[in-house]
Each structure stands twice: as structure tokens, then as C-alpha cells.
């Protein structure tokens, strides 16, 4: 077994086993870290562990850093999970102390998992996220029989847009401009700096058909809901979905996510990963009424001088709830304008 640093030429190799890898997930695919690295400007570590010509395992890392500052290795940011990928634990083992070995070389002194699995062996209970949770929907063979699967009220709410005049249309990045102002408008209502435009659209054209962008309009057009889906064989992720509150009451959100999921039922795509939650709070109980499943995330930092695990449950959530706390004060014209060169910098 030998490790290697990924170079262009071993793109096709990498995706193949991301595609075909039981665990694999959209994050995984080299489409994001082209997009960090257009869009952001952070350096990437990816890690293949080889027998002979065959790929054995890989560990996806992205540096990310304030100006000046060494930061941390990450696997991966802006996203709930990638982590490494193997064929067996003693592989996920050695990807990970050639990543602290490499790390420690460039005086980093900290590597961050995420994973939507246990890794490298490690006990479940060390490394588990208990602030926050996947929650995944496992998908019938079509649509027709996901919504008669689904409650009569929720079924009504479904069908009142449609009758109200609501459209939704679906295509790649030559939508993005009536989707990113409504994305920046509740990004700052939640309290959020918004990523970057450039962002967006490095993931839609990176991605190519495996990306995919919804918009939801008004009966006189105006964009209502919009949201993005990622797809990999073993599950279809939504990194980012939003609408304008001003529409509530016509309920393009219900409308968007029922259209997430019929394509993804029709497409013949076996999950759909709703993305995280904090247990119990609004949007854990939006993704709950579509009878998604919580699934655990693990997500641990690594100190690499001392080769110690630790939790990062407690730092998440200190800096989520400042952060939102005053950026809701922010004018909206000052958040579009300095929120994306803010946002690079917070790697959630």
C-alpha cells in the first residue's frame, strides 16, 4: 500500500471510486474541490491510497484558513460530510496519519472529519455529533407511491401551490440569477453571510449534470423558492434550499421540496439526504413531516501534535449562535455586499 497526493490525471480514477464506493457522496467528487478552489482560493490536499495501479481508499482535504494563519485541514468544508473513503479501516487508518504527517510538515496543527459514518476504527462514541444530525428519506421505486405514502395534510399542502398558480422550473446555472437574491435575502434573515455568487455557480458548472437548480414562481413569475441538488448513485444531497417569506403563505417551499423528491424518485436515486438538523427545532421537524430518518454524523478534530481526537459539537455551536445574533443587524445591502468575502472564511 503507497500514498499519493492526487494530481489532474487521477480525476477520473478518484470520481470512479467515489461513484461505485457504498459510502460515497456527491461531496466527495473532485467537482468540489475545483469549486473551492476557483471560487475560494484554498489549497486542497487530496489523498489516494494505491495498491499497485488499483485505488484502495482516499481522503479529500481542504486547507482553509484566515489570511496569515495556518487554520486546519478539512474534510470537507461548506458541506455536512465527506471523510475519507476505503475499502477497509486499516486504509482509512493510513490515509489519516499520512494526512497528520503532512500536516504537522506545514505546521497545521489541526485536521477536522466530517463523516456520515463512523472512520479509521475509532470508537462511535468519541467521534459522534450529538448537536446536529443527518436526516435521509429512503425513496420508492417512483413518485406516485412516495405521495401516497404521505399524510393527507401534507399531501394538500403539496397540491395548494399548483392550484394557486405556482410553477417550478429546473435546470443549471442559467437560473442562478433568479435564485441567489432570494438565497442572500434568507440567508441574512437566518442570520447568515451568504456564500459567494461565484460559488454557486463553480458547483453548478463543476458538477455539470449532476447538478441541478429548481426555482419556484409566483403566478406572476416572481421567484419564490429555489434550491440546489447534488447527485451521486447512492444519494441525492441538498446543500442549499431557500425561499422568500414574503410568499409563505402559498407555500413554494412545500412545493420545491416535493419536486426534490419526485425527481430524485423518478431518476431511480435510492436516498435523499435532506442535509443537517439540530434535533427538535424547525427545520428538524420540516424534514421530519416528509418521513426522513435521522442518521448520525460524525464529526471530530483531530490535534495533530498530540494525535488526539476531540469533540466538535461545543465549538459549532458557540459560533453559529454569535454569529447569527449579530448578523441579523447587519443592513442587507452591507451583507450582500461584504457577506460572501466574510463567508469563505467560516467553513460550515
Known amino acids: 500500500m503507497k500514498i499519493q497526493e492526487y494530481t489532474p490525471k487521477d480525476k477520473e480514477a478518484w470520481d470512479e471510486y467515489v461513484l461505485n464506493h457504498p459510502y460515497g457522496l456527491a461531496y466527495h467528487l473532485i467537482a468540489w474541490k475545483e469549486s473551492v478552489e476557483q471560487a475560494y482560493n484554498f489549497n486542497s490536499l487530496y489523498l489516494i491510497a494505491k495498491k499497485g495501479n488499483t485505488i484502495k481508499g482516499i481522503l479529500p482535504l481542504i486547507h482553509h484558513h484566515l489570511p496569515f494563519l495556518k487554520g486546519k485541514l478539512i474534510s470537507l468544508p461548506f458541506c455536512d460530510a465527506a471523510g475519507p473513503l476505503a475499502d477497509s479501516p486499516d486504509t482509512e487508518k493510513y490515509l489519516l496519519k499520512t494526512a497528520v504527517k503532512k500536516a504537522s510538515e506545514r505546521g497545521i496543527k489541526e485536521i477536522s472529519i466530517r463523516s456520515s459514518k463512523p472512520f479509521a476504527g475509532l470508537n462511535e462514541d468519541q467521534i459522534i455529533n450529538n448537536s446536529k444530525i443527518g436526516m435521509i428519506l429512503n425513496l420508492p421505486d417512483n ?24 410553477t417550478i422550473e429546473t435546470s443549471g446555472v442559467k437560473l442562478l440569477k433568479y435564485f441567489y437574491p432570494l438565497f442572500a435575502e434568507n440567508m441574512h434573515a437566518l442570520g447568515s453571510p451568504v456564500h459567494s455568487k461565484k460559488w454557486i455557480e463553480s458547483i453548478l458548472k463543476n458538477y455539470r449534470n449532476r447538478a441541478h437548480l429548481f426555482i419556484v414562481r409566483m403566478p406572476d413569475k416572481k421567484p419564490a423558492a429555489g434550491g440546489v441538488l447534488l447527485c451521486h448513485p447512492n444519494r441525492v444531497s441538498v446543500p442549499w434550499a431557500s425561499s422568500r417569506r414574503k410568499f409563505n403563505r402559498w407555500n413554494p417551499n412545500m412545493l420545491l421540496y416535493w419536486n426534490f423528491l419526485k425527481f430524485s424518485c423518478d431518476m431511480g436515486y435510492p436516498f435523499f439526504d435532506f442535509g443537517r438538523s439540530t434535533p427538535q427545532e424547525g427545520t428538524f421537524r420540516f424534514k421530519k413531516q416528509w418521513k426522513a430518518q435521522i442518521s448520525p454524523l460524525f464529526w471530530s478534530d483531530l490535534a495533530v501534535k498530540y494525535n488526539s481526537w476531540s469533540s466538535m459539537e461545543s465549538i459549532n455551536k458557540l459560533s453559529s449562535s454569535e454569529l447569527g445574533c449579530c448578523w441579523r443587524k447587519v443592513p442587507p445591502s452591507v451583507a450582500q455586499g461584504f457577506g460572501p468575502e466574510l463567508r469563505k472564511f467560516i467553513d460550515l
Open 143 to 166: 413518485s406516485n407511491i412516495l405521495l401516497s405514502s404521505f399524510k393527507a395534510k401534507l399531501r394538500s399542502q403539496i397540491k395548494k401551490p399548483l392550484r394557486d398558480g405556482l
